[in-house]
């Protein structure tokens, strides 16, 4: 089984035998507080070979992919994070709100990197939330050498989900994946070069070898139902996913309960997750999870073994097929509609939110462009190709001194006429508070393109082949478009997406990419209260890492009410 959660309670670098407990422990305080869990975590550089060839990875507590992180709405997550690499080091938890907390994204421009053999401990609440989600390294290239895993967020017992408890719920961490160190692909991107094609595709880190010794990931009992997490961790490639034999009744998307379509695959688009209830109805015998690569000439597959309890028989080699071309995963996220009558994660049904009845008050139109500078390739949006900054942004932003690191909106709502001028710098687009806007993301490269928006989710009411001009609104679904947080972009297309800038802070706008995301194709959305309350953003925490020009400066006076 994917790996539980694990940690411990406080303890310094060397109280290893205490940090590789696996355990968790859950605090109620005298405040009436909601639950705490901590987690103490050691990065640290490890062997691995998930696809026959001895590399070096990122482990986290010395597993690969790492522990599960098992949480209910509303509870406060604290990781103490030990990094042991040689190198400085971030976490994000992707799809986690953050509400009011831009200071723990984990992202380059919220916060400082944790330096080698230095520690941070992230604490950040699950705020009305639920769903399936997973945290990852927003540094350099590190993603693709491990330190990625899920984060599941529980609904609170007293809301109920619309479907049955599953006899039990099994994570599938899929991805494609390069053989290559991390460190030779950053050296790749950093020379101008691309780090071409993956050589595989692995399911909770590793792949079957299909020749009759593969153990099972998992498990089921005849007749019984269960709940597979799916998300695409990958660098560069959307995956298919099916179970041999098995139909997947979608559940849940990145927050939102689904209506409950079945399906007999899914396309999972990098930095997606799928919730799906699986039967155990079949003959009793072995079955193959599949994931494989689409849009792809070369098609990379990787397998996992189910087994039923009672079985007897190998998985068939007669793998089924993925479909093929990318209108089919067109239809199929058209088929994706929000459950109007569940319950949120706050005690009031997922419908009763009209977001197709609010006013937009602007409309961003964002174009991706790679282009050749000075000799390397740069990744843009709107002519801009981002670059992080010593001094983090929001920092800087908080201390004062932003005018020192970055400019605010040297892009705008509109494209340039000329998307080959690329500059590089700082992207950071203001938004005013509270205000509903949507925003359009065309793609006119020849390359399929995925989104992730940290701090919030959206309407994703709109993807259509062609250019998006204002008419195309007839077109929006704006009645039960899934609220979710990461949005594909085809070749050739464009997609659109709502929402209310109601969660104050500095925000990471990127792509999902890993090539295009640390080669520029990303910015910031700055979202400020003009109240400069708390209860509209928290304050520095005490305990935050300073770095870069704000290293020895004055704090500026907190927030008071």
């Known amino acids: 089984m994917y790996p539980i959660m694990s940690g411990a309670l406080g303890g310094s670098s060397l109280d290893w035998g205490r940090i590789t407990k696996k355990w968790s422990h859950l605090y109620y305080n005298s405040k009436g507080e909601d639950p705490y869990l901590y987690f103490t975590w050691n990065i640290t550089y490890g062997t691995i070979s998930p696809l026959g060839v001895s590399q070096q990875g ?30 400085p080091f971030l976490l994000t938890w992707s799809g986690v709100q953050q509400r009011k907390n831009s200071w723990q994204d984990g992202s380059l421009g919220t916060g400082c990197p944790i330096a080698p053999g230095t520690n941070y401990t992230y604490k950040f609440q699950v705020k009305d939330q639920i769903g399936s989600y997973f945290y990852y390294p927003s540094t350099g290239m590190h993603r693709s050498a491990g330190a990625f895993g899920g984060l599941r967020i529980n609904s609170r017992l007293l809301i109920p989900v619309p479907y049955a408890d599953p006899e039990d719920e099994y994570w599938v961490i899929i991805g494609d994946w390069y053989t290559k160190s991390h460190t030779t692909l950053k050296k790749l991107l950093d020379s101008g070069r691309s780090i071409g094609r993956p050589d595989g595709v692995l399911i909770n880190g590793k792949t079957a070898k299909g020749d009759g010794s593969d153990e099972p990931l998992y498990t089921m009992k005849p007749g019984k139902t269960y709940k597979y997490r799916i998300c695409n961790v990958g660098q560069k490639n959307t995956l298919n996913f099916r179970i041999q034999g098995h139909s997947l009744k979608l559940v849940e998307s990145e927050g939102s309960h689904t209506v409950q379509n079945v399906y007999d695959s899914l396309d999972v688009h990098l930095g997606q997750c799928f919730s799906v209830l699986v039967t155990a109805d079949k003959e009793p015998k072995d079955y193959y999870m599949v994931a494989s690569t689409r849009f792809t000439k070369t098609i990379l597959t990787g397998k996992g073994i189910i087994r039923y309890t009672n079985g007897k028989g190998l998985a068939s080699l007669d793998l089924p097929e993925a479909p093929v071309g990318w209108a089919w995963s067109l239809n199929q996220f058209r088929s994706f509609r929000w459950n109007l009558t569940a319950s949120a994660a706050r005690p009031n049904p997922q419908g009763s939110y009209h977001y197709g ?34 001094t983090p942004l ?140 708390l209860r509209d953003e928290y304050n520095l925490p005490e305990t935050q890492l300073l770095c870069g020009i704000v290293k020895d400066l004055p704090k500026p006076p907190p927030y008071s009410t």
């Not at 990122?58 to 994070?81: A, D, K, R, W, Y």
């Open 357 to 390: 009845q609010i006013n937009i008050t602007r409309t961003i139109k964002l174009v991706n462009s790679v282009s050749n500078v000075q000799g390397k390739f740069r990744y843009a949006i709107n002519g801009v190709s981002h670059v992080d900054t010593e």
């Open 394 to 533: 929001k920092l800087a932003q908080y201390y004062g001194v932003a005018d020192k690191v970055f400019k605010y909106n040297i892009i705008s709502d509109v494209p340039p006429t000329n998307l080959n001028a690329i500059t590089v710098a700082p992207n950071v687009i203001n938004a005013t508070f509270r205000t509903f806007i949507e925003i359009i993301f065309e793609n006119p490269t020849k390359t399929l393109q995925s989104y992730n928006l940290g701090g919030y989710s959206f309407f994703a009411v709109a993807v259509e082949p062609g250019t998006w001009s204002p008419e195309k609104r007839k077109n929006y679904n704006l009645l039960d478009a899934i609220s979710r947080h990461t949005i594909q972009v085809f070749p050739k297309s464009w997609a659109a997406i709502m929402l209310t800038f109601d969660n104050a802070g500095m925000w990471n706008l990127r792509s999902e990419n890993a090539e295009n995301r640390y080669l520029g194709q990303q910015l910031y959305i700055s979202v400020l209260s003009p109240e400069h309350s």
């Open 58 to 87: 990122i482990l986290i507590n010395g597993q690969f992919p790492g522990p599960e992180i098992n949480s209910t709405s509303n509870n406060n997550v604290l990781v103490n994070v030990f990094n042991n690499l040689d190198e």
